[in-house]
């Protein structure tokens, strides 16, 4: 992991904060080095949806394959507002949650007015540890709950 990934001079909270912004920045721009620097190597976990809409990636192998290498060369926005940050002083776990918005357009359409396009809100549920060897906060379990979506979801086929 390049140290340049790591922003300096964070607060705790802050730091478990810039964690979920680093993957959606890598998403939004393609960034396969930022998107691996916040996830706790690969026994890592993802789910997108809950009951029985629900996708289960086991394995950061799989998230990369199944999330970043079908979104990151989209034309996309992934936000959040909201953020909130349940630590303890001096842990290494934490859990982080946000309002969450994702718009997905296929590669180099982003700017027609109606092209297809996905958007769907929901909430980000993040657990978080923070890496021995480097003192870095990383994911461990990153849950997407659906609340609503819009337009063309093939444009995520």
């Known amino acids: ?74 034309d996309t926005t992934h936000s959040y507002t909201t953020p909130r940050v349940h630590v303890e002083e001096g842990a290494d776990t934490a859990y982080f949650t946000a309002i969450s918005l994702a718009q997905h357009c296929p590669e180099g359409r982003g700017k027609e007015p109606n092209g297809p396009k996905y958007l769907v809100g929901g909430n980000y549920m993040v657990d978080l540890v923070k890496d021995a060897a480097d003192g870095v906060w990383k994911i461990k379990k990153w849950v997407i709950k659906i609340t609503w979506a819009e337009g063309d979801p093939s444009v995520l086929e």
């Open 1 to 74: 992991m390049a140290s340049s990934y790591i922003l300096s001079g964070l607060t705790t909270r802050e730091a478990i904060i810039d964690t979920v912004s680093r993957v959606l920045t890598a998403l939004d721009t393609n960034d396969v080095g930022l998107f691996d620097s916040a996830w706790a190597g690969e026994d890592v976990f993802c789910q997108i949806g809950v009951e029985d809409d629900k996708k289960v990636l086991p394995s950061l192998s799989l998230i990369r394959r199944m999330i970043f290498e079908r979104v990151a060369v989209m």
